[in-house]
């Protein structure tokens, strides 16, 4: 990617000289955020500025305020802010708006709440625009002139072809979690979006890793971007550990609820399909666990009494699909497990992203099946660092046997052919042939 310029990772002690507004240091200091993270140091005074930005970081880095602060000032002076009669701040009509696209309807939710939090004292209006949800309250969400635009791809698109929004007035874009609508299929989306927005404005690109597409991207939409780049591509969370076992199908559950004695805290648990998600979470039940699922078979309401009750305690696990991984913003998640290897390894990244959030400390355990080399090596080569492997506690003899039938693997909406992998090449290799060793210590 030509024309931009790297900006190095610095800590910094509190908000001020990065160029914020005294109003909105204010309602910072009263939400109770004292310092910046690296992302937000390093972005927020670029932004302010009103220049494109790469903003690459690690997930649960605090990006959504690294571009919502600037995003809220610079809008606050397109529109200016002044007192109503009873004293109140508020924008002054709406002549600029906001633009926030991003992958999933969890995210959007959370960035919404997020952002209302920081505008509540200047009257932000916001509109949502999700999937799942009905038309009606987002058409008059539309008609209410919102300073910032939240919304999905394709709900966007459909409200673009309906005429019920245009795109005329956006000034401040944002595209939140590239990668991952990328490798959820919208880049026709947003190519169609970006061809209906205008030519001046400001456009702001964040994600966790760092495809050739998001360089395509950043190429064919931004003027002279800088990159903003506080860890390389593939980084995990610092405060994150990591640890692997190899096990069969019919070992998984057994092993999961035998881990799950050792922790009392919030476990976030991603499955491959949105079937074996379903099927972990009765086993679950079956076992006295308290557990929701959250993938693309369940409604919004759904999702977010799911996603709700596990912020509350509610229930203690919450088994996701990779649909959900960029949408999951719990603070406190103990343990993550990858019950499935994820379709690609840069899921892997989001996945264990949602642990060790915030600079607390988390730890992530991943299910790797024996003919699962390849895979496990591709995320390896990714983070740059060797998964330790470790030895299996005892299980119930009924599930200490060997590997799996096909009709297990097929349970779990998956082909275990000697055919290869679309999202890693060639298989397969074997743990032990390669020198894979658990370590001589149980768990």
Known sequence: MENIERHTHEKLASFYGLGIAPRFLDILEQLGFKSPTPIQAQAIPVAIQGKDIVGIAQTGTGKTLAFGIPMLQRLSQINPIKSSRAGAKQFDGVKGQGLIILPTRELAL?????????????????????????????????????????ATPGRLIDHLQQKNIYLNDVQIVVLDEADRM????????????????????????FSATMPPEIMKMAAGHM?????????????????????????SNVQKFPLLNKLLESYLGSVLI???????????????????????????????????EALEGFKSGKYQTLVATDIA????????????VNYDLPST??????????????GASGHAITFAM????????????????????????????????GPASPDEHASQGRSYS?????????????????????????R
């Open 345 to 358: 390894s840069n899921d892997y990244v989001h996945r264990i992203g949602r642990t060790a959030r915030a």
């Open 370 to 401: 024996p003919d699962e080399f390849r895979e496990v090596r591709a995320i390896e080569r990714l983070i740059r660092k060797s998964l330790p492997v470790s030895k299996l506690p005892e299980l119930p003899a009924s599930s200490a046997g």
């Open 270 to 304: 991603f499955t491959r399909t949105k079937h074996g998600a379903k099927k972990v979470m009765r086993q679950l039940e079956a076992v006295g666990i308290s557990t929701a699922e959250i993938h693309s078979n369940r409604s919004l309401n759904q999702r977010r």
């Open 325 to 336: 991984s960029r949408g999951i913003d719990v603070s406190g998640i103990e343990l993550v």
């Open 418 to 442: 000697r055919r290869a992998s679309p999202a890693y090449g060639r298989p397969r290799g074997n743990f032990r042939r390669r020198g894979f060793r658990p370590q001589t210590k149980p």
């Open 223 to 247: 003027k002279l971007p800088i990159r903003v780049e506080i860890a390389p591509t593939g980084t995990t969370v610092e405060k994150v550990t990591q640890e692997l076992f190899i096990v």
């Open 182 to 205: 990328l490798d959820m299929g919208f880049a026709p989306q947003i190519k169609q979006i970006f061809r209906l927005l205008p030519r001046e404005r400001q456009t702001m690109l």
């Open 110 to 150: 959370q960035v919404d709440e997020a952002l209302v939090g920081i505008g509540r004292d200047i009257r932000l209006r916001t509109a949502v625009l999700i999937g799942g949800a009905s038309l009606g309250p987002q058409k008059r969400a539309i008609a209410n002139k919102p300073h910032v635009i939240i």
